[in-house]
């Protein structure tokens, strides 16, 4: 059964600051990996999707890295902004009951840039 | 390209009492996904559909609540009777696959008093 743990629950920051935040998973048979971005009251926003078959994602100031052996993923943010400030959500793969493919997501750490 | 779109986007209700939530996912995407979100947590798949038949429904708790796609393309996920332990975020997602990456609505957010 897939379990996912992001570590920290929150973390408030200055800006400009580089910050990483972090997932774990426990079962590391996994096809893809995906991080979320929430914002109070707003649904979910997809950041990065990383496939089994990568290591990591780049998009602008993030970067997600993807190690299986370890059951572990990063994200990385470069230089914080205020508007990063939102829940960052991870989510691992698990097999459904029909066979396909579903999301398992943590708690999420909630980020908090001050200006 | 429109996104995945939802309604309403808050109700209030009293518990025992009936709802229902609708969803359009994107167009041309053959899986839909339900999750319910409570306060402080990552969402929880409820079920999901590969066009319009159910792929998992494992955490559907199916005294109360029931979902359909018709046609393969809408959905409506219902509850019935509510109860306090529904007060949650629903949100609905869609994916072209459904092995590649899911795109969210804005979500219902339900309050049950």
């Known amino acids: 059964k897939q379990e996912v743990t992001q570590i920290p629950a929150a973390l408030s920051v200055p800006e400009g600051e580089n910050l990483v935040l972090n997932c774990s998973f426990t079962?590391?048979?996994?096809?893809?990996l995906q991080w979320f971005r929430q914002d109070p009251g707003k649904g979910l926003t997809s950041l990065l999707l990383i496939q089994s078959s990568q290591r990591e994602q780049t998009s602008g100031r993030l970067n997600a890295s993807l190690d299986k052996s370890s059951g572990r993923s990063t994200l990385y943010i470069a230089a914080s902004q205020p508007g990063d400030s939102a829940t960052y959500l991870c989510a691992g793969p698990a097999i459904t009951q029909g066979g396909s493919e579903k999301l398992v997501f943590g708690k999420g750490t909630k980020l908090t840039v001050n200006p | 390209e429109a996104g995945v779109a939802q309604s309403p986007r808050y109700k209030i209700i009293e518990k025992r009492q009936s709802v229902a939530f609708w969803c359009n996912p994107i167009?041309?995407?053959?899986?839909l996904y339900w999750y319910q979100q409570i306060l402080g947590q990552g969402p929880k798949l409820l079920i999901q559909?590969?066009?319009?038949?159910?792929?998992?429904d494992s955490q559907l708790p199916k005294d109360r609540f029931s979902a359909e796609r018709l046609k393969g393309v809408d959905s409506t996920l219902k509850i019935q009777p509510a109860k306090l332990e529904d007060s949650a975020v629903y949100l609905c997602a869609s994916s072209l696959l459904g092995w590649d990456e899911q795109f969210f609505g804005p979500g219902t957010r339900l309050t049950v008093l």
């Open positions: 167009s041309g995407h053959a899986t």
């Open positions: 079962d590391s048979a996994i096809y893809n």
């Open positions: 559909f590969q066009n319009n038949g159910v792929v998992d």
